[in-house]
């Protein structure tokens, strides 16, 4: 049976007077959505009382395993503890499936709770505990008496914590339920009962209450790292038929319910951020990462042999075996993704994993007195760490302009000015409210000092649809001083904005070619001051040089790509190799690259090894160290200094 969907017969409970010298009021249907918060100078949390926590939210057990893998291994490995959430049952159409044996009647409480033994499964293995440990499972009381299931495994100073708050993948229509919840201010959706689940009792939820339930959640757990679903997918267009057979919403790349979940994630973070500054409190220091999700289907593959193995045996455990003996009558996992089928399901999304908005991490400058300063977003909002001393830094300050997307762009003045480039969500609401996006800029008014106020920059693209679509700003400042901004636009091409020496900018244009291009794009500066552009196409790298395109063939590239003195460096796909113009660069791995060229250093290029660490290549000798993000190269008197973000939320430095 489907869940029911009702309707509601009142708009809301309370009325809101909105013109009191009229005598007249109206209905408040719902909470007021985040706005925007530009203004700095707020407190922030400190990274230092703090003990590291990732929280993620998903909208079917398993969308963590397929999508934000293996970053969140890499977390665990570090020390860090886990808190997983997920909103839908994942009960769809109550089939488990067995390869070569026939279909079982469907039983919608059976298979949510086969799927959530295999969470448990997965996530005890990734401990390093057998896949058949118990967990203590227990009810947990959220906002209006609605009550979750968590599962709590500990193991070595890790915890691992799964969050089942069970609303449903369909309404008794047909129709997906949670992109309808996100759209319909009179939706309500009851939840599923698990099998054997310790929640006994369906709850109903509205557009309101999961963001209320989801800022409950953040509130108790005070997570330091947040990993979400895509809320702003790629515009797909094809067949009707294979949309359906690969599970997408018409019209863009990714499933109707991760969209949905990532931009109720999203909503609930702006909230958190806004109740706290309503309050008084510290903002609450975290960083983000959204994960691409079906997405991974449509691009060349981006994981090298040893890192998707490692992400693949992640699944083994979850998708489990009829013949298992697990403990849980209703079955030992998601059996039609055991064994080996995440690797020969043709839709390949276990071999990529793609950021939503990549970045290299911290932007860095140095201060006038030869400090640094770093630059990065904390709690939605940009931040500056300075150094205290060489490899010490302060806390964070607050720039304002949030709620923004995780990538700062930056570029350096002549002057040594340094400016800031963000997306921001200048805003966020369902119920076919506004949905908009906005490039934005912070200028600093001199070298080491304060800044301007924040600056709106416009999007490449007419409408919030499309806008919603675009990608990480990034930047160059060019011998003449002019600022060369670039940013993926809607249609997978690249638009640009170029800042005069004189502070005026250009109106937004399209970069001339043909193709498509992934986001992450790659600029840099040669020998003769001229403005080379990368970005990895869906049959080989393009390049724009002074915003032409080059018609020199380039090899295709799996991942995001980098440049230094005008020069290539990139990964075929699903290999480790980094490729540079003389052949193998010396740094296999995967994810993003950094690359910086210097009279006194040569090139020296920053990435991840194989086996998660921040790797640095320079002079001729690759150096290593553990490290759980991406991570930036400065080039400057001392040599190389690489500056990262530990899973605290605090800058960490290292100087081979």
Sequence with gaps: MHTPLRRRTVLAAALAVTAAAAGCSVPDPRRTAPTADPAPGKPIASARSRQALLMQFSAHPDDDLYFMNPDTQRLLDAGVSLVSVYVTAGEHTGRNRIAGMPQTPPDRAAYSSARHQGLRQSYAVALGLPAFTPWRREALTLPGGRRAEADTLAHGGRRVELVFLNLPMHTNRRSMALPALWHDRALELRTHLSAGSPVTRADTYDYDRLVEALVALLRRHRPTVVHTLDPDPDIQRGDEATRQRDSEQPGYSDHGDHTAVASFTWAALCRWVTDAVRDGEPIPAFTTTAFRGYYNRHWPKNLPPEALKEKAARLVPYGGDPSWQCGNPSGCGDYGVGGDRPLTNRKGWVRSTHHRWPGPGPALAAEPDGRLAAYGVLGLRAVRWRESSPGTWGEPVDLGGGPLAPALGSAVLGDGRVLLLGVRFAALDGHAAANRRE?????????????????????????????????????????????????????????????????????????????????????????????HLYAAGRESVRHWVDGVPRSAPLPLSGSTVASAGGALYYRAPAVARLTGPDGDAGLDGYGEVVAARSPALGTVLLGTDARGRTALRAGGRLRTRPGTGPAALHLGARGAVVVGLGADGHPWSWRP
Excluded at 445 to 466: M, Q, V, Y
Excluded at 488 to 501: E, F, L, P, Q, W
């Design 439 to 531: 490039v934005v800029l912070l200028e600093q008014r001199s070298p080491g000092g304060g800044f301007l106020a924040w600056r709106g920059l416009g999007n490449p693209e007419r409408g919030d649809d499309r806008g919603r679509r675009i990608g990480a700003p990034v930047a160059v400042t060019a011998p003449d001083g002019r600022v060369h901004l670039f940013a993926r636009n809607a249609d997978k091409g690249v638009s640009t904005r170029v800042r005069a020496a004189d502070g005026s900018w250009s109106p937004w244009r399209r970069l001339p070619g043909d193709g498509e291009v992934q986001d992450g794009l790659a600029v840099s500066l040669d020998a003769s001051g001229r403005v």
